[in-house]
């Protein structure tokens, strides 16, 4: 069974650096194909995607976010870390952890989607 | 960067009523890359549909996605009274990254 289990502070204090962890089981992180991914949603918001690490310790940022934002992987822990710098009320949200998987074979790339989610860790940044 | 906007921005319909979910993307894309996703109150979401038309394992036939280029719709034949919810559709691009639309929320009426 795949589990994603998120773990972090629950308030933060502006212009503090946030730091969350991904705990997984049932998968491993050096398969080819599989990453890991950050995914925010503001109280009644929208979700919006963050970061994510790969299989292969390549790593990619939400593109206006990417100067605050750090992922790393600890394989041997079955850990994904994830910083953001600098915090603000604005970043106030549920902070998902899911995993992505290879879900089509296309051109010019392959296809992928977050098959299985963790249930979330609610960050709010105040003072 | 793609943005994707959904509409409408809530469907008030009744259990048994056909649902009809759309995305549209702001320039063309392959279906390859649409998903959509279910999200029920304080739960995280749920894979739908990947790759616009091929739906995630466990989901009811009831599901179904099509479109291509700009448009893109999610249909949902007979609305049961679980799946009054929020719904999501997804890019994923070429840069590696993924955007969601706004999206759309599926309530009783």
């Known amino acids: 069974q795949v589990t994603l289990r998120e773990s972090g502070p629950a308030l933060v204090r502006p212009t503090q650096t946030l730091t969350l962890t991904c705990h997984f089981s049932?998968?491993?992180?050096?398969?080819?194909?599989?990453?890991v991914n950050w995914i925010r949603q503001p109280p009644g918001k929208a979700l919006e995607w963050l970061a994510r690490?790969?299989?292969?310790?390549?790593?990619y940022y939400n593109t206006s976010l990417k100067t605050r934002l750090t992922i790393s992987k600890d394989t041997s822990k079955n850990q994904v870390v994830f910083t953001m710098t600098n915090l603000d009320p604005v970043d106030t949200a549920t902070y998902y952890c899911?995993?992505?998987?290879?879900?089509?074979?296309?051109?010019?790339?392959?296809?992928?989607?977050?098959?299985?989610w963790g249930q979330g860790t609610m960050v709010t940044v105040s003072s | 960067e793609i943005v994707l906007t959904q509409s409408p921005g809530t469907l008030s319909l009744s259990p048994g009523e056909r649902a009809t979910l759309s995305c549209r993307a702001s320039?063309?894309?392959?279906?390859?890359?649409v998903a959509w996703y279910q999200q029920k109150r304080g739960q995280p979401p749920r894979l739908l549909i990947y790759?616009?038309?091929s739906r995630a394992s466990g989901i009811p036939d009831r599901f179904s996605g099509s479109g291509s280029g700009t448009d893109f719709t999610l249909t949902i034949t007979r609305l049961e009274p679980e799946d009054f919810a929020m719904y999501y559709c997804?890019?994923?691009?070429?840069?590696?990254?993924?955007?969601f639309g706004q999206g759309t929320k599926v309530d009783m009426k």
């Open positions: 899911a995993r992505a998987i290879v879900v089509a074979t296309a051109r010019p790339h392959p296809s992928y989607a977050f098959d299985i």
């Open positions: 049932g998968f491993s992180l050096s398969t080819s194909g599989m990453s």
């Open positions: 690490v790969d299989w292969d310790d390549d790593t």
């Open positions: 320039q063309s894309v392959s279906s390859h890359y």
């Open positions: 790759a616009a038309f």
């Open positions: 997804q890019h994923y691009d070429s840069s590696h990254t993924w955007t």
